[in-house]
C-alpha cells in the first residue's frame, strides 16, 4: 500500500514557506525524498534511516517520526528552483527491500 | 561520469508485440529497479534485483519480465504488451549501503 501525501499540490510565492506530509500505515525504517522536475528524471534529496533523525539540503529539510510513521519536508523561504512534485519513498519490514512511493506532491513556485 | 541509461527512449508499439527495454548502470550498484509512472499514481515498483540472480515481484509485476544475469544491465521485458501498459518507465540503481537511487532518464513507451 502506498504512503499518503498530502497535500496533493500547493503553490507558493518565492519566499514562503510549505510543509509536505507523508503517512504510511506500516511501520517504517526509512523514508526517503525525491524530487521530479517537470519532463526529467526524479532526484534524490534525503534519506532518513532512524525515527526522531532530521536532515538538511540547501534550505530543504526533512523529519522523520517513526512511531506516528510519518515524514515531513520543509520547504523554507522557498525559490523558484524547488518547483516541482516530491515523492516520498518509505521501506518497511513488513515489505520486505521495497521502496514503496507516495503520489507525490506538486509544488510551484511563483516570483 | 556516473549515470543510469535506458534504450528505447521512446517506443511506440502494437498490442502483442514482445519488447524489451534496457537498462545499464555504471556505478556497480547491487540494488536495481523498475519503477512505472502514471498520473496520480507516483512511482509503482514493477520488479528489483538485490544482485545477480536475485530478482523480486514489486507492488505491479503482471505482465512483466525481468532478468539480472549481469550486474550492470536489468532489462525490463513485456512479452505481450496490452494498451494498459502505456506508461512512462523508469530505471534506478542504488547500492546497498548508500541506498539513494539513480535514476535513468525514463522510457515513453506507447502501446495501440
Known amino acids: 500500500q502506498q504512503p499518503v501525501q498530502s497535500p496533493q499540490a500547493v503553490i507558493l510565492r518565492e519566499g514562503e514557506d510549505a510543509v509536505i506530509n507523508c503517512s504510511s500505515s506500516?511501520?517504517?525504517?526509512?523514508v526517503h525524498w525525491y524530487r521530479q522536475k517537470h519532463g526529467e528524471a526524479p532526484v534524490f534529496l534525503m534519506i532518513?534511516?532512524?525515527?526522531?533523525e532530521q536532515k538538511g539540503h540547501d534550505k530543504i529539510s526533512a523529519s522523520f517520526n517513526e512511531k506516528k510513521q510519518q515524514s515531513s519536508l520543509y520547504l523554507t523561504a522557498s525559490q523558484l528552483s524547488y518547483s516541482g512534485t516530491y515523492f516520498c519513498?518509505?521501506?518497511?519490514?513488513?515489505?520486505?527491500?521495497?521502496?514503496?512511493f507516495g503520489g507525490g506532491t506538486r509544488v510551484l513556485v511563483k516570483p | 561520469e556516473a549515470q543510469v541509461t535506458q534504450n528505447p527512449r521512446y517506443l511506440i508499439t502494437v498490442t502483442g508485440k514482445k519488447l524489451t527495454v534496457t537498462c545499464s548502470q555504471n556505478?556497480?550498484?547491487?540494488?536495481m529497479s523498475w519503477y512505472r509512472q502514471d498520473p496520480g499514481l507516483g512511482l509503482r515498483q514493477i520488479y528489483y534485483?538485490?544482485?545477480?540472480?536475485?530478482?523480486d515481484k514489486g507492488d505491479v509485476p503482471e505482465g512483466y519480465k525481468v532478468s539480472r544475469k549481469e550486474k550492470r544491465n536489468f532489462p525490463l521485458i513485456l512479452e505481450s504488451p496490452s494498451p494498459n501498459q502505456t506508461s512512462l518507465y523508469f530505471c534506478?540503481?542504488?547500492?546497498?549501503?548508500?541506498?539513494?537511487?539513480?535514476f535513468g532518464p525514463g522510457t515513453r513507451l506507447t502501446v495501440t
Open positions: 506500516k511501520a517504517l525504517y526509512s
Open positions: 532518513l534511516l532512524k525515527g526522531g
Open positions: 534485483s538485490m544482485n545477480v540472480e536475485v530478482t
Open positions: 519513498g518509505t521501506e518497511s519490514r513488513a515489505a520486505g527491500n521495497k521502496l514503496t
Open positions: 556505478m556497480n550498484h547491487e540494488y
Open positions: 534506478a540503481s542504488s547500492s546497498t549501503v548508500e541506498k539513494e537511487q539513480y
